[in-house]
């Protein structure tokens, strides 16, 4: 397997642009992790999803920002309009629901410059 | 709420010497798990190594070993004979008892192994 794959690697984007940050999951994993990592606050949860169910968005900083999973293996997270203050790294982030297996697996990230 | 501390923003180490790095944590779990994590400049979150807590003994992966104190909510990092590579942040996770939740990190320690 690749492991967790993000699209696109960068990203710079005008103030008020929609943004659209793209995660594929390690096939056979089913959950999924959104996170941001600002120098400010560090590495922080946006939100999970867990068998294509969000669970927990109360990291989701403000209406902007929303998160899908199409599909078992997929998710988006998408920020409309952005702003400068979302300039960040995006990470998502996999897993797999069996017991005892507790590694998330990261993909690169997405770095995220808004002007 | 989970919390994870590192007091230690910035450490150096000389090559091949042995440096711990320092995590306390805040959970009102039984059971839950903890995580080092290295981010070198490739951003890559890569897993170092991991303690369930309900495990007495300390967990080791080749150079790298813990010292969990379950009392003292303490987990702190030993790298032995530090390489070139270790050159990274390290950052100090907490989960809840299974894979499909999310980890807390605390802000890092920015390790430079100097030759």
């Given amino acids: 397997d690749a492991g967790v794959i993000q699209s696109p690697r960068h990203e710079v984007t005008e103030m008020g642009q929609e943004v659209t940050l793209r995660c594929k999951l390690i096939s056979g994993h089913n959950s999924l992790f959104w996170y941001r990592q600002t120098m400010m606050r560090g590495l922080e949860l946006l939100i999970y999803f867990n068998n294509n169910v969000p669970i927990d968005d109360s990291g989701m900083p403000e209406d902007r920002f929303s998160a899908k999973m199409p599909n078992a293996s997929f998710s988006t997270l998408k920020i409309q309009p952005s702003e400068p203050r979302d300039s960040a790294v995006y990470f998502c982030a996999s897993s797999s629901n069996i017991w005892g297996n507790t590694e998330a697996f990261f993909g690169q990230g997405t770095r995220l410059t808004v002007v | ?115």
């Fill in chain 2, 1 to 115: 709420a989970q919390t994870v501390t590192q007091s230690q923003p910035e450490m150096s180490v000389q090559e091949a010497e042995t440096v711990t790095l320092s995590c306390t944590y805040d959970t009102s779990e039984n059971n839950y798990y903890l995580f080092w994590y290295k981010q070198p400049p490739s951003r890559q979150m890569i897993l170092v190594i991991r303690q369930e807590a309900y495990k007495q003994q300390n967990a080791t992966e080749n150079r790298f070993s813990v010292n969990f104190q379950k009392a003292a909510k303490s987990f702190s990092l030993k790298i032995s004979d530090s390489q070139l590579g270790d050159t990274a942040m390290y950052f100090c996770a907490l989960s809840r008892n299974s894979g499909n939740t999310p980890l807390v990190f605390g802000k890092g320690t920015r390790l430079s192994v100097i030759a």
